[in-house]
C-alpha cells in the first residue's frame, strides 16, 4: 500500500468511508470475523480494517479481493455500466477534432507564354543596351 493516502474531495472520502462500513455490515451479516474475511481475501487484519474504514491508500484491487471473500465481487460490473453522458456524446456523434496533414508547399509553375511583352528587361546586364 502507499505510505500516504491520495488527497480526496470530501464526497469521495465520504462514499469510500460508506463502502467501508457497507462491507463491514456484509461480513457481520455472514457471521464472518476479521480473520477468516481477511485470510479468504489474501490481506491482512489490519488492512482490512482500513478496508472497513474506507481508506484510500487501500488499493482498488484489496476491494476487489474482499468484495470476493464476501461474495459480492459481481456488483463490481455495475460500476459505470450505464453510462448516460457517455451515451448522449456518443448517440451526438461528437468527434475528436483531427490535425490537419501537412503540405507541401505550392512551387509556382514556370510561365509558359512566349509572350514578348512580358520579357523583364530587368534581367538585361547594366550598360548593355539594345
Known amino acids: 500500500m502507499p505510505s500516504k493516502a491520495p488527497i480526496l474531495y470530501p464526497g469521495q472520502s465520504r462514499m469510500l468511508r460508506e463502502l467501508g462500513q457497507r462491507l463491514r455490515e456484509a461480513r457481520l451479516r455472514r457471521r464472518f470475523t476479521v480473520t477468516q474475511v481477511a485470510e479468504r481475501a489474501g490481506v491482512s487484519r489490519p488492512t482490512l480494517n482500513k478496508v472497513e474504514q474506507g481508506d484510500a491508500a487501500v488499493t482498488l484491487g484489496t476491494y476487489l479481493r474482499v ?44 510561365s509558359s507564354s512566349t509572350d514578348v511583352s512580358s520579357h ?8 548593355e543596351s539594345t
Do not use: F, I
Open 120 to 127: 523583364d528587361e530587368s534581367k538585361d546586364e547594366p550598360g
Open 67 to 110: 468484495l470476493s471473500a464476501l461474495g459480492l465481487e459481481r456488483t463490481l460490473d455495475l460500476v459505470a455500466a450505464d453510462d448516460p453522458v457517455g451515451r448522449r456524446l456518443q448517440d451526438a456523434e461528437l468527434s475528436v477534432p483531427r490535425r490537419s496533414t501537412k503540405r507541401k508547399s505550392a512551387v509556382p509553375a514556370p
